[in-house]
């Protein structure tokens, strides 16, 4: 969404590294460049008014003068004022003391409404809650279906006493807010501790759309007001944003289609412009593409800093701990890496969702995006694929593959035989590198890690060569001549003398076995 905002801003932010002190024409020319980017990205001009001369300010105070990287300073300066405008910390839910917590969605129609109290739904159940969904739309057609159909696919009832509309040529005949008042009365039948009313949704801004809403929230008097919008439609996300809240004075904003490819920077003006903090984002088509909205994370994706936060959260929510403990248990005991567990961990990243969308929240994703945009998110099937065509013999001990073996592995997977051999080739380096750090070698070619190619293995590497290297002999006549003496002395065996005591000295008349040193320990002392 932000991709053409966060490639300027990192653009000019380049600009500046390097420099020792900033000058004011520095700082003139980067806000310039900054003021551009925020309106290509359809920011709106207040807003881009308010966050420029902001930022302008604190770049030519004493905060940027006197720190040590200028360059640096200008960007925590951004990235703190993005905080700002797009709402400052992250908001929750308020839930209600005595349940069920009422939730209303309020929005245009297409806006995705509908998807989104699915979303919502699964979300609240896998926090422990027990939601209720309530079909209040019974003006578009198949609305009551969908959300059913949603209800269904994330485990959570639906109140539905009206069909709804089967098609637009039907008149809508039931009462949105007597089915809005019913829907909390069962929710405290059930038991259910929080209820999520869908409301239906205009094309345009109309009386009617804003007296339904209206009349819906004096009906239930819900907890949170949530308006929901879409973050591909520009400038009028502003101007839809103020009407909502003057009509239904929502109490926070959850922006979709997070996931699309427009510019995107409407949705930065709303919660500057309204007040109204935005608490979720919908970053995808599958109920589980749901999350909260952090300021700070979202702001440091577009500065293209990532979001490593969230990709721990994610994996910390996905992974098998149970399936972590035995892999460990094996590193533990030395035992070999199959491709048993390659597959096992395959899965383990499947589970996590897109790897797409989590190389992305990686930091400087930006300059490999395009090679993350050509990234096929089927090669984990294909490998899966692969590995699943193998008999568990051929799992546990690669090498007996053959060639006749890896045409059988092929045919049964659908893929060429040089897709079969790159994978047993990729993974007998995996395998190599898991024997490695069993054994407590480290990471093969990691710098600064134990093993081959890092800092350690390159010491060890030097000392080898310098071990078999020829010493060059001193200038100083009686050093050399001491030097040849040792030389021949080695050659013909002799054990050259090694001056006794501490480290700090030596001691006179030292007698070793008064320390009661194991046997043979007298070599070391060169006794």
Do not use: Y
Not at 313 to 329: L, P, T, V
């Amino acid at each position: 969404m932000f991709n053409s905002l966060s490639d300027r801003l990192t653009a000019t932010f380049k600009n500046l590294r390097g420099k020792g002190r900033l000058s004011e024409a520095d700082v003139d020319a980067t806000v310039r460049e900054i003021r551009r980017a925020l309106l290509d990205a359809d920011v709106a001009v207040p807003v881009v008014r308010a966050f420029t001369a902001q930022v302008k300010e604190r770049a030519l105070g004493l905060e940027v003068s006197q720190a040590l990287n200028p360059g640096q300073q200008i960007v925590k300066i951004v990235n703190e004022e993005l905080v700002g405008i797009l709402g400052g910390e992250t908001r929750r839910l308020r839930l209600a003391k005595n349940p069920p917590t009422v939730i209303m969605l309020a929005g245009l129609q297409g806006a995705g409404k509908t998807t989104l109290a699915g979303k919502l739904a699964k979300w609240l159940k896998g926090q422990g809650h027990s939601p209720l969904l309530v079909a209040c739309d019974l003006q578009r057609p198949n609305a009551v279906k969908q959300l059913q159909v949603n209800g269904q696919r994330a485990g959570v009832p639906v109140f539905a006493p009206h069909p709804g509309v089967s098609s637009e040529f039907e008149a809508s005949t039931g009462n949105p807010v007597d089915v809005a008042r019913q829907g909390v009365a069962e929710a405290r039948t059930k038991l259910h501790d929080v209820v999520i009313v869908d409301t239906a949704g205009r094309l345009g801004i109309d009386a009617e759309l804003m007296q339904q809403a209206s009349d819906i929230r004096d009906a239930v008097n819900p907890d949170e007001v949530l308006f929901v919008i879409d973050a591909m439609i520009g400038q009028d996300a502003v101007n839809t944003a103020q009407a909502f809240n003057e009509g239904v004075n929502f109490t926070g904003v959850v922006l979709t289609k997070l996931d699309g490819d427009a510019r995107g920077g409407a949705a930065l003006s709303v919660a500057s412009v309204t007040g109204k903090p935005v608490m979720f984002a919908s970053t995808g088509e599958a109920l589980t593409d749901f999350e909260v909205f952090h300021p700070d994370r979202m702001a440091s994706r577009i500065l293209d800093m990532g979001d490593i936060l969230t990709l721990i959260e994610q994996a910390e929510k996905a992974w098998d701990k149970d399936e972590a403990a035995r892999m460990a248990k094996k590193f533990a005991d030395q035992e070999d890496f199959t491709l048993d567990d390659f597959l096992a961990q395959m899965q383990q990243i499947r589970n996590m969702g897109s790897m797409k969308k989590m190389l992305m929240m990686m930091p400087g994703a930006a300059n490999m995006r395009e090679q993350l945009e050509n990234f096929d998110e089927r090669e984990i099937d294909r490998v899966e694929a692969i590995v699943r065509s193998m008999t568990p013999h051929e799992r546990v001990a690669p090498k007996i593959i053959n060639g006749s073996r890896r045409a059988r592995i092929a045919r049964g997977s659908g893929v060429h035989v040089s897709e079969v051999n790159g994978l047993l080739e990729r993974f007998g380096q995996a395998q190599k590198m898991m024997r490695k750090m069993a054994a407590g070698g480290g990471i093969p070619g990691m710098p600064g890690m134990p093993g081959p190619g890092g800092f350690n293995g390159g010491a060890r590497k030097g000392k080898a060569n310098a071990k078999g290297k020829k010493k060059p002999r001193s200038g100083n006549p009686a050093k050399a001549a001491q030097e040849a003496a040792a030389a021949e002395a080695r050659r013909n065996g002799q054990r050259t003398s090694v001056p006794t005591g501490a480290a700090f000295g030596q001691q006179e008349n030292f007698d070793p076995s008064s320390l009661n040193l194991p046997k043979g320990f007298e070599k070391f002392l060169g006794k």
